[in-house]
């Protein structure tokens, strides 16, 4: 029995894999080739799933779906560029993955170019959009100008984004964060994002929140990312921005760089709700002194619990650290000598019972 099972390992046929030019599509920048790659990702989701190729060229087209157990894989960033057709038609995103498992996009770059999109959805036309999906993984993708988020995680679980690049969220469209996780009455997962660079959103660079009376957003790791020169407008946001219904949020190792030119910069935002969120080993860079390096507010007059900050790193001529009225958190061993102002760590009155601060040099 066991020799029967070998054998039918060995010999079993090979996992789909095809290439998007088996299919017709050219890659040369100006031919319509969306419905050469929808066949081809159609075609392996009819075989159970498998490789389609995108070699290297560049693909115009309409918004893509994904099939479940497809892996769209290209040549490389900047060698194999998926870029949206300027059309006067309302597009959601470039690509979608709804209601799929098992599904990835890896290895090249994805440009929505919103400038040329003439009619947008509510949101802008984002670069990717995961909603209702589980085992997801974004891996080494660029995403370019995308008119609403460059990556937005509206709802499933298990999703990755590794080792990718977003730049220009938002431009031609709403301002809108490189990276969004949650959505109002959604249910959010189990999602990491890292080694990842996010760069010139014209809101956050990474936003991860729920809303609605059924809203969820848990277990998300936001980890050794790069944010440069995201636009936080009037301290409302932050370059990285936890808020609403999200627990169980660690942010950790990431270095945040707040832009000189947008003066009413925030490094971290954290406005919880409920329980569970973690800040830790950041390292934010400020550049003008309206900047702020981390805000802390609770949005229950004080009933949300398990909120820190530690290990932090501060630097320039920005006010350090924020606590908001009424607001429990633990700020401790954050490292505040490198601020060139006076207000390094304000605490508003009233003051909450589970405010705890320990052991911050500088203070």
Same mark, same amino acid.
């Given at each position: 029995?066991?020799?029967?099972?070998?054998?039918?390992?060995?010999?079993?046929?090979?996992? $789909?894999?095809?290439?998007?030019?088996?299919? &017709?599509?050219?890659?040369?920048?100006?031919?319509?080739?969306?419905? /050469?790659?929808? %066949?081809?990702?159609?075609?392996?989701?009819?075989?159970?799933?498998?490789?389609?190729?995108?070699?290297?060229?560049?693909?115009?087209?309409?918004?893509?779906?994904?099939?479940?157990?497809?892996?769209?894989?290209?040549?490389?960033?900047?060698?194999?560029?998926?870029?949206?057709?300027?059309?006067?038609?309302? $597009?959601?995103?470039?690509?979608?993955?709804?209601?799929?498992?098992?599904?990835?996009?890896?290895?090249?770059?994805?440009?929505?170019?919103?400038?040329?999109?003439?009619?947008?959805?509510?949101?802008?036309?984002?670069?990717?959009?995961?909603?209702?999906?589980?085992?997801?993984?974004?891996?080494?993708?660029?995403?370019?100008?995308?008119?609403?988020?460059?990556?937005?995680?509206?709802?499933?679980?298990?999703?990755?984004?590794?080792?990718?690049?977003?730049?220009?969220?938002?431009?031609?469209?709403?301002?809108?964060?490189?990276? %969004?996780?949650?959505?109002?009455?959604?249910?959010?997962?189990?999602?990491?994002?890292?080694?990842?660079?996010?760069?010139?959103?014209?809101?956050?660079?990474?936003?991860?929140? /729920? &809303?609605?009376?059924?809203?969820? =957003?848990?277990?998300?790791?936001?980890?050794?990312?790069?944010?440069?020169?995201?636009?936080?407008?009037?301290?409302?946001?932050?370059?990285? $921005?936890?808020?609403?219904?999200? %627990?169980?949020?660690?942010?950790?190792?990431?270095?945040?760089?707040?832009?000189?030119?947008?003066?009413?910069?925030?490094?971290?935002?954290?406005?919880?709700?409920?329980?569970?969120?973690?800040?830790?080993?950041?390292?934010?860079?400020?550049?003008?002194?309206? $900047?702020?390096?981390?805000?802390?507010?609770?949005?229950?007059?004080?009933?949300?619990?398990?909120?820190?900050?530690?290990?932090?790193?501060?630097?320039?001529?920005?006010?350090?650290?924020?606590?908001?009225?009424? =607001?429990?958190?633990?700020?401790?061993?954050?490292?505040?000598?490198?601020?060139?102002?006076?207000?390094?760590?304000?605490?508003?009155?009233? =003051?909450?019972?589970?405010?705890?601060?320990?052991?911050?040099?500088?203070?």
């Amino acid at each position: 029995m066991k020799r029967l099972l070998l054998a039918l390992l060995l010999f079993a046929a090979p996992a $789909h894999a095809a290439s998007v030019k088996d299919f &017709g599509a050219v890659g040369d920048g100006v031919t319509n080739d969306t419905a /050469a790659v929808q %066949e081809a990702i159609d075609e392996a989701g009819r075989a159970g799933g498998g490789r389609v190729s995108m070699p290297s060229g560049v693909y115009l087209v309409d918004p893509l779906a994904l099939r479940t157990g497809v892996a769209l894989v290209g040549d490389g960033v900047g060698a194999t560029v998926i870029r949206m057709r300027p059309s006067a038609a309302q $597009h959601n995103d470039l690509i979608n993955a709804i209601a799929v498992e098992r599904v990835s996009i890896r290895m090249m770059t994805v440009d929505v170019d919103a400038t040329n999109q003439i009619t947008q959805s509510s949101e802008g036309t984002r670069g990717i959009q995961i909603g209702a999906s589980g085992g997801v993984l974004i891996d080494s993708v660029e995403v370019l100008r995308s008119g609403g988020a460059g990556i937005k995680v509206s709802s499933g679980t298990d999703v990755k984004v590794v080792n990718c690049s977003v730049s220009f969220a938002g431009v031609g469209g709403l301002p809108s964060p490189g990276i %969004e996780i949650g959505a109002s009455d959604a249910v959010v997962r189990d999602v990491l994002v890292t080694s990842t660079r996010i760069a010139y959103s014209t809101q956050n660079g990474i936003s991860v929140r /729920a &809303g609605g009376s059924r809203g969820s =957003t848990r277990g998300v790791v936001i980890a050794s990312n790069v944010l440069t020169d995201n636009n936080q407008i009037n301290y409302t946001t932050g370059a990285i $921005h936890v808020s609403l219904q999200s %627990e169980n949020i660690a942010v950790t190792g990431n270095v945040i760089r707040l832009d000189p030119t947008k003066t009413s910069s925030v490094g971290l935002y954290l406005q919880p709700m409920v329980a569970g969120i973690m800040a830790t080993g950041n390292i934010i860079e400020m550049s003008a002194p309206g $900047h702020i390096g981390i805000i802390v507010q609770d949005l229950v007059g004080g009933a949300s619990r398990g909120v820190m900050a530690s290990s932090n790193v501060l630097r320039g001529p920005g006010r350090g650290i924020l606590v908001a009225p009424s =607001t429990p958190v633990s700020l401790v061993g954050n490292d505040l000598t490198a601020i060139a102002n006076d207000t390094r760590v304000f605490l508003m009155s009233p =003051t909450a019972p589970g405010l705890y601060v320990n052991g911050n040099p500088g203070f």
